[in-house]
């Protein structure tokens, strides 16, 4: 609630929620029936309190990215990159970390180069970029699109044009990002390898993590038109297919409940790693890790406790998450079927 205020209302609640809070204190002094009341007084609290640090913090992110926005058109900073390349019709994009000390350290951006550029970065290269900076356009409108809150969604500030790059160094990343993305490049690579076909393996990477970079425009268009999108896009039944496959897995190399299930803890993360964390997966696969951790602990899961947990860490790690289409489809469908 406080959250939702914050994105659409732009003030603070918590004015609100003091003076409610001061009211409900003198009514349960004086007020008739204050033994009864008494009983709801600390969830009320507990919700007040809550509200209020979500508000807080959403105003408080609202307020970095408009401090960004603010800013002008030239940007010369050091940035590492943090993501594959991805070939646009006209650019070459990557996302991109300032890593310097100025105000936008450790701020996400991407990076929009020409395709005929000679610059062929890799991840986890320290460059140094003189580009200009362009702010994300918002939704004009009723009903548009609004880049600005889709760019929140992904927690990135922006877009940088540029074609006066500096590379220096290599593997500027830490070691589990370098890890992650070592086993990501890996799938790419055997799934080209083993499928000839261009478009059969770019779908085959589609289905495995998500990235349908590698397939055509033409046969997305086609799954889109099919209504059949969704199959592209890592979600619940993908992290469904994993638990399956790692339970099969283990059971053949017999190994012991207690470490399966903590081995399974494992891949899952790293999984929901290599798939980038997107909404849908990160609430399938922390609801996957809850119903394990709660057979090792002899509880029996409980699937309200382990939607309301995975929607809690979500938005804690990104409140604009609210914004994410997928978010909205992937709660609404575990709500109603109940599983992952």
Known sequence: ?????????????????????????????????????????????????????????????????????????????????????????????????????????????????????????????????????????????????????????????????????????????????????????????????IIKDENASGLLIGFLIGDTSFAQEEVIQNFKDSSLAHMLAVSGQHVGYVILAIGFALKICNIGKREGKILSIVILFIFMLITGLTPSVFRAGTMGILIILAGLVYRKADIYNDIAISMLLILICNPFSVYDVGLWLSYRRSAWNYNI
């Open 1 to 193: 609630m406080g959250i939702i205020w914050g994105l659409y209302i732009k003030f603070s609640i918590a004015p609100i929620f003091i003076f409610i809070l001061i009211l409900g204190i003198i009514y349960l002094r004086i007020g008739k029936y204050r033994r009864i009341l008494n009983v709801f007084s600390k969830i009320i609290t507990i919700f007040a309190i809550a509200c209020v640090l979500g508000n807080l913090y959403i105003i408080k992110l609202n307020n970095e990215y408009e401090r960004v926005y603010k800013q002008g058109t030239k940007f010369t900073e050091y940035a590492v990159v943090v993501s594959e390349e991805k070939q646009t019709k006209y650019k070459k994009e990557y996302q991109i970390r300032v890593s310097g000390n100025s105000g936008l350290k450790n701020k996400k951006f991407i990076l929009r180069i020409s395709k005929n550029s000679n610059f062929n970065l890799q991840f986890g290269d320290l460059i140094k970029i003189n580009g200009e900076y362009t702010k994300p356009s918002v939704q004009r409108n009723y009903g548009g699109f609004d880049y600005s809150n889709y760019l929140k969604s992904k927690q990135i500030y922006g877009i940088v044009n540029s074609q006066n790059l500096t590379i220096f160094k290599s593997n500027q990343v830490d070691i589990v990002s370098n890890g992650i993305n070592s086993i990501r490049n890996f799938i790419i690579d055997r799934a080209k390898k």
